[in-house]
């Protein structure tokens, strides 16, 4: 495709990286719920130099990030070398960050730090007791053992994959199985096991964790692998007074996006960037996503250019 096919916006960029996210590979398979229009190329990250700006607030050669709204589902994402998108979207380069590394960091290790920021704003303390991260081997619960572990929380880490060693390099105390988070019996509370809880699976993993929450804890959320329904009652926010969190990384306000850039800046960066990459060429794409669909990845893909 050529450049002035691109959509009618402010700010054309070159990419350099782009991340590649389950969304990007349910809208390469032709998810309608993603995607409404194809063709398409998908790409909901991206991080680049700036080749012009009609509004003047980015000057050519500045290097730049986008990530989420509706980049990569109805306009031309990062999978592409070009995009244009209105300038409100746009972010310059973060302090302590080469564009590569937002890229390593990207939708995954930004909807982390999201909920570790959640977390922080409702009280949900290291000193409280442990926190659960499930789907910990993926790319959101891999940078939220790490942000958690880096700030001083003790992380237990969940996971159906035999990754122990792994999840412990990233900074896990703790590894737990999968089982341990799944509970199906018919009980409406559970002996309190951990503080809070950090959640990418949903369905009944996510009933598990409040359920055996402690009093007063807090558990965000933010995947639905697990399934869409929560069937559940209300005992355990009106009797155990727990909190429930959800993010939405793609619609994230950009003063809340500045102030989370901020924090990875100082402090809360991870320390194992390179360790959860796979770096791959347009040409390693289709079989990338593959791997995502299947459940068969671990870490996070890399778009290079």
């Known amino acids: 495709r050529h450049i002035s096919e691109l959509p009618d916006?402010?700010?054309?960029?070159?990419?350099?990286?782009?991340?590649?996210?389950?969304?990007?590979?349910?809208?390469?398979?032709?998810?309608?719920?993603?995607?409404?229009?194809?063709?398409?190329?998908?790409?909901?990250?991206?991080?680049?130099?700036?080749?012009?700006?009609?509004?003047?607030?980015?000057?050519?050669?500045?290097?730049?990030?986008?990530?989420?709204?509706?980049?990569?589902?109805?306009?031309?994402?990062?999978?592409?070398?070009?995009?244009?998108?209105?300038?409100?979207?746009?972010?310059p380069l973060p302090k302590n960050?080469?564009?590569?590394?937002?890229?390593?960091?990207?939708?995954?290790?930004?909807?982390a730090a999201i909920g570790v920021y959640k977390l922080r704003q409702m009280g949900q303390m290291p000193e409280l007791g442990p926190m659960v991260v499930t789907g910990a081997t993926?790319?959101?619960?891999?940078?939220?053992?790490?942000?958690?572990?880096?700030?001083?929380?003790e992380v237990w880490a969940a996971s159906g994959k035999c990754e122990d060693d792994y999840l412990k390099e990233l900074g896990a105390a703790k590894v737990i199985t999968r089982e341990e988070v799944d509970d199906h019996s018919a009980k409406y509370l559970l002996r309190p096991r951990w503080a809070g809880a950090f959640d990418t699976v949903g369905g009944n993993v996510l009933h598990t964790l409040l359920k055996a929450c402690a009093k007063s804890g807090s558990v965000v959320t933010c995947g639905n692998v697990g399934g869409v329904k929560l069937d559940m009652t209300v005992l355990p926010f009106i009797l155990n007074g727990v909190n429930l969190l959800?993010?939405?990384?793609?619609?994230?306000?950009?003063?809340?996006?500045?102030?989370?850039?901020?924090?990875?800046?100082?402090?809360?960066?991870?320390?194992?960037?390179?360790?959860?990459?796979?770096?791959i060429?347009?040409?390693?794409?289709?079989?990338?996503?593959?791997?995502?669909?299947?459940?068969?990845h671990t870490g996070r893909f890399v778009l290079k250019y």
């Open 138 to 153: 993926g790319g959101v619960g891999s940078y939220a053992v790490q942000i958690l572990s880096k700030l001083g929380y």
């Open 246 to 279: 959800g993010i939405n990384a793609a619609d994230t306000p950009m003063a809340m996006r500045l102030a989370i850039w901020d924090k990875l800046s100082h402090g809360w960066k991870p320390d194992h960037l390179a360790k959860v990459a796979h770096y």
């Open 97 to 111: 960050f080469s564009l590569e590394e937002t890229m390593l960091l990207g939708t995954s290790g930004f909807t």
């Open 281 to 296: 060429t347009l040409d390693q794409l289709d079989e990338s996503i593959n791997q995502m669909l299947q459940g068969k």
């Open 9 to 91: 916006n402010d700010v054309l960029i070159k990419v350099h990286y782009s991340g590649v996210n389950y969304k990007d590979a349910l809208s390469a398979s032709g998810n309608k719920g993603v995607t409404k229009v194809y063709p398409h190329t998908p790409g909901i990250d991206a991080a680049g130099v700036v080749e012009s700006d009609r509004t003047g607030t980015f000057q050519p050669g500045t290097k730049v990030v986008v990530m989420g709204y509706d980049l990569g589902m109805n306009i031309s994402g990062g999978f592409g070398e070009y995009i244009r998108v209105p300038a409100e979207w746009v972010v």
